[in-house]
């Protein structure tokens, strides 16, 4: 695995892949990387020739400054877990390297789909997401780009920003990554209590007992049954029916697009996500 911290030299390098008619594939992470990420490159090792994954704790993704302050950096760690998968890293020296001399963002019209479920708790997040993701394809211009399924919203936008950048690019969505009790794969599991990680996986449960025995249920009736099974273990901010392919909310079950339930909530301090489709 060849390591980079400099744009114009990760760029030389892929310009050489490229003109040898190399299939390229792209994880773009922010890094202190585990199981769930390492999924993703492998996935793209089987399908692509040349594999890049980017480390980039992006800025305008944060809403506060000390979120972006705490973030976890474990760049060490990150190259042990993905250099056997991985062609290239590149964790750029700067936020230049990506920005350039000022950061000036875009606004992207996603019709709305930023706004829904984690745009509400988060403001500007997707904007600031999409605009970084824009700048590194551009930087790494890949044939393929892999997204994990548990930000599913984030999938989501990401497709559509493809979509508006009017560039030839593949998303490929991977499926999500759970502990042994079902609990979704994430870096904040570590900074749970032993308890906390345990009783967790509450959250796998209810959602999966919506899938199962939806047809019996109304949309309101099964999600009050969900949130009952989850309330007084987490605080739950949100558990929702959405269309797959909108976002927007799910009154009935007679859904063209598919269903999606999204969660949300806190234990121990810390937010976790998750999700189920069908």
């Given at each position: 695995m060849k390591f980079t911290d400099n744009t114009q030299e990760l760029k030389s390098f892929l310009k050489t892949e490229r003109n040898n008619g190399k299939i390229i594939g792209f994880v773009p992470t922010m890094g202190a990387l585990h199981m769930g990420h390492s999924s993703l490159i492998k996935k793209a090792r089987a399908q692509c020739d040349i594999v890049v994954c980017s480390i980039f704790v992006n800025p305008t993704q944060f809403n506060q400054a000390k979120d972006l302050e705490k973030y976890p950096?474990?760049?060490?760690?990150?190259?042990?877990?993905i250099e056997e998968f991985c062609d290239y890293l590149y964790s750029p020296a700067s936020v230049k390297e990506v920005y350039g001399e000022?950061?000036?963002?875009?606004?992207f019209d996603f019709v709305g789909?930023?706004?829904?479920?984690?745009?509400?708790?988060?403001?500007?997040?997707?904007?600031?997401?999409?605009?970084?993701?824009?700048?590194?394809?551009?930087?790494?211009?890949?044939?393929?780009?892999?997204?994990?399924?548990?930000?599913?919203?984030?999938?989501t936008i990401v497709t559509k920003l493809v979509e508006l950048m009017n560039v030839e690019i593949e998303?490929?969505?991977c499926d999500i990554i759970r502990e042994n009790n079902g609990l979704a794969r994430s870096s904040r599991n570590e900074l749970l209590t032993e308890n906390g990680r345990e009783v967790s996986s509450v959250i796998s449960y209810?959602?999966?007992?919506?899938?199962?025995?939806?047809?019996?249920?109304?949309?309101?009736?099964?999600?009050?049954?969900?949130k009952s099974m989850i309330e007084g273990i987490l605080e739950v901010e949100y558990l929702?029916?959405?269309?797959a392919k909108t976002l927007k909310e799910v009154?009935?079950?007679?859904?063209?697009?598919?269903?999606f339930?999204?969660?949300?909530?806190?234990?121990?301090?810390?937010r976790l996500i998750d999700n189920i489709r069908f």
């Open positions: 950096r474990t760049l060490e760690a990150d190259k042990a877990l000022e950061i000036v963002l875009k606004e789909l930023e706004n829904e479920l984690e745009g509400e708790f988060r403001p500007g997040h997707f904007q600031g997401m999409a605009n970084v993701v824009s700048l590194l394809f551009e930087i790494v211009e890949p044939n393929k780009a892999y997204f994990g399924l548990k930000d599913y919203q984030q999938f998303i490929v969505g209810a959602l999966n007992y919506i899938k199962l025995y939806h047809s019996s249920f109304s949309v309101t009736e099964i999600t009050d049954i969900a929702e029916v959405r269309d009154k009935d079950w007679n859904n063209v697009n598919g269903n339930v999204s969660f949300a909530g806190m234990i121990d301090g810390v």
